[in-house]
């Protein structure tokens, strides 16, 4: 079954410092997510990505974060300046369309220290 | 605001006991999505409902879509230790994920 392929498993980065999530979505799917999860809480969607473009994003989506498709395949989020609050499980997800379901990665933990 | 609420948010059962968590939105909703995440793992979709009181059967598992469509419910019938996690209900416009109801089953 085709999956939704993310590195690091798990990332550990001085506060202050840029981390870059990757994500390798599923071929034909056309749409692409970014969630987080602070430990055991609930999931915050973070943006969307279509087109080659965001097509949403959440009031927690602020200059500090980014997403990229850099070329065909992998779909990258980058975190700049990290705070202690960044910690979390970053989930990538990608659908065949925008009302499809999602299929989700195994996520990144990210722990600012 | 934009909230999916559910309740209850946590739910212990004894194995075999049914279980019902629902899930309401303040907002008509287009449809709704439901996924299970189990502890330590990633969320798995389970279905989509989009008609006006919907039902959807997988297995023990029953869904089902208010006719309003401003609500939507998830039933384990008989449930098992297999069924341990959290399960979330999603409305896709704007990608908001429910609170979510945390299943645990005592054996």
């Known amino acids: 079954e085709p999956e939704v392929t993310q590195t690091p498993s798990h990332q550990v980065t001085q506060m202050g410092q840029e981390v870059i999530l990757r994500c390798v979505p599923i071929?034909?799917?056309?749409?692409f997510y970014w969630y987080r999860q602070i430990l055991g809480q609930k999931v915050e969607f973070l943006v969307s990505?279509?087109?080659?473009?965001?097509?949403?994003k959440s009031e927690i989506f602020d200059d500090q974060f980014s997403v990229e498709r850099p070329d065909g395949s992998n779909f990258t989020l980058k975190i700049r300046s990290t705070k202690l609050e960044d910690s979390a499980m970053y989930f990538c997800?990608?659908?065949?369309?925008?009302?499809?379901?999602?299929?989700f990665g195994s996520g990144t933990r990210l722990t600012v220290v | 605001g934009q909230q999916v609420m559910q309740i209850p948010q946590y739910q212990h059962v004894q194995e075999g006991e049914d279980f019902t968590t629902y899930c309401n939105s303040s907002t008509t909703l287009s449809n709704i999505q439901w996924y299970k995440q189990r502890p330590g793992g990633h969320p798995v979709f389970l279905i989509q409902l989009v008609k006006s009181g919907e039902v959807k059967k997988q297995k023990r598992l029953t869904f089902q879509f208010g006719e309003a469509k401003k609500n939507s419910s998830l039933h384990i019938t008989a449930t098992q230790t297999t069924d341990v996690g959290t399960y979330f209900c999603?409305?896709?416009?704007?990608?908001?994920f429910g609170t979510g109801t945390r299943l645990k089953v005592l054996a």
């Open positions: 071929s034909n799917h056309l749409y």
């Open positions: 999603v409305r896709t416009y704007k990608y908001i």
């Open positions: 990505f279509y087109n080659n473009e965001i097509s949403e």
């Open positions: 997800a990608s659908s065949e369309g925008d009302s499809h379901g999602y299929t």
